[in-house]
């Protein structure tokens, strides 16, 4: 296996210090929240809720209950078929909606996908696939929810900017209205008016409760809507799951793809040149044999030299393939002759009572390997450890360094493409790496019995 770089960083850097906070991120969270941006985006994304869910659910209810009372003739089925392609085009506005104004990126299921071409196709198609049938059932959910939901709001914040700003428009009603204030209370024989100065500064007070509670209770009803965009709207955990596959699948082609110009590029430039060299050798030891016996002798005593090299690369290399440590004896004395390799002390422990599968066996292996190389060339440890062990059914492995830390998987080295191998299986990569160190790598594979 090749080696990669950790990338490690040994200062600070500058961008990694906290800024200090300016304009109104010095206020508490709870006292900016009514001015805020996303307030307002949550505002208007329950507002623009209503209309579209009148929309959609009129939609719904018109096109189902026409194709279902013409299924006795051909016609009901392709106005079903209509009715639920409307649907998936208001759930596409939806997802849109929702990525724009609630900052929620929820992925377009699959696309309809009709064995043969023509309408009769597109209409099977369109009436089997889930996600459309899912687009529908959340245009009927949605017409209530969005009914509250835009009604909350719109008392909340209506009444909480009316009342905490009655002081700038309380002279509107003497001037215009004939009383002398917004009235409290009245009926035939009394009234009661809030006019004077505590009054009117108890009402702004109250108003003022309502503006900072309403964007809490904004969140609240948008968290609903989060829900059903990202349960309804969204691919299935199946389609997701297919489409995790064929990435990971795609990683698993192009990793093996890249280890096979590894094995040929190493037998290339390695033991095939020395062989190379080491025929031409013996060619001429052989035409100098009679000739000059001591020059011959040399010259085979130097190929013979150049036999053990040859041996010993293609010994390094059987062993980066597969070593026959591995399949013989297991990840204990595996790991163990790694370990005896690495330039600084490594502790290994193995807690297993029994083997995994090959092929988990040696993606362990090989993760183990490559960070034990970090270890040795980009750490300056003085001291390394390893420990594998079974938690339920997963592999757990670890590798602990004591060196200058500063490892990151997202910066594009070794580690990312480590991390990619192990998600192909369906594994999990974590660094835990501040830049003063020290480093602790987990990896983690799932447990199939052998």
Request: aromatic letters at 8%; proline letters at 5%.
């Given at each position: ?230 349960g309804l709207l969204g691919p299935s955990r199946l389609d997701s799951r297919v ?208």
């Amino acid at each position: 296996m090749a080696t990669q770089q950790y990338g490690y960083r040994s200062e600070y850097s500058y961008d990694d210090e906290p800024r200090p906070k300016r304009g109104l991120n010095r206020l508490p969270a709870g006292l900016r929240a009514p001015v805020e941006g996303r307030t307002w985006r949550e505002f208007g994304y329950l507002l623009l809720s209503f209309p579209i869910a009148v929309v959609g659910f009129v939609w719904t209810v018109t096109m189902m209950s026409l194709g279902a009372g013409l299924l006795i003739t051909f016609i009901g089925v392709p106005v079903l078929a209509a009715g639920l392609a409307g649907a998936r085009g208001l759930g596409a506005l939806e997802r849109v909606r929702a990525r724009t104004l609630l900052g929620l990126d929820v992925d377009a299921p699959q696309p309809l996908r009709p064995r043969k071409n023509g309408p009769l196709a597109w209409i099977g198609a369109t009436l089997k696939s889930g996600a459309s049938w899912r687009h529908l059932v959340y245009t009927v959910l949605h017409f209530p929810w969005a009914t509250f939901a835009f009604s909350v709001a719109i008392a909340f914040w209506t009444t909480g900017w009316t009342l905490f700003t009655y002081p700038l428009w309380q002279w509107v009603f003497p001037m215009y209205a004939g009383q002398a204030g917004l009235q409290l209370y009245g009926d035939e024989s009394h009234s009661v008016y809030l006019n004077n100065p505590f009054e009117i500064a108890l009402t702004s007070a109250v108003g003022l409760l309502f503006v900072l509670a309403t964007p809490w209770v904004l969140r609240a009803l948008t968290t609903v809507d989060r829900v059903m965009v990202a349960g309804l709207l969204g691919p299935s955990r199946l389609d997701s799951r297919v489409v995790e596959l064929e990435s990971d699948r795609g990683v698993v082609v192009d990793t093996a793809a890249a280890d096979l110009r590894r094995i040929e590029r190493d037998l290339h430039d390695g033991a095939q040149a020395r062989l190379v060299n080491l025929a031409m050798d013996l060619g001429l030891a052989k035409e100098k044999l009679a000739e000059d016996p001591e020059s011959a002798a040399r010259m085979v005593g130097e190929a013979h030299g150049e036999v053990k090299t040859a041996l010993q690369e293609l010994r390094d290399l059987a062993r980066g393939i597969h070593p026959a440590v591995l399949t013989d004896r297991g990840l204990d004395a595996a790991l163990s002759s790694v370990a005896s390799r690495c330039t600084v002390p490594v502790t290994v422990e193995v807690d297993l009572t029994e083997r995994p599968a090959p092929a988990i066996e040696g993606i362990a292996y090989f993760t183990v390997s490559e960070l034990l190389q970090n270890v040795s060339k980009h750490s300056r440890a003085t001291r390394a450890s390893v420990d594998v062990w079974r938690t339920r059914d997963r592999l757990m492995l670890q590798v602990h360094d004591n060196g200058v830390g500063g490892a990151d998987a997202s910066a594009g080295s070794g580690l990312a493409g480590l991390a990619e191998r192990l998600d192909a299986v369906d594994g999990i990569l974590v660094v835990d790496s501040p830049a003063a160190g020290p480093t602790r790598v987990t990896a983690e594979l799932p447990w199939r019995r052998a």
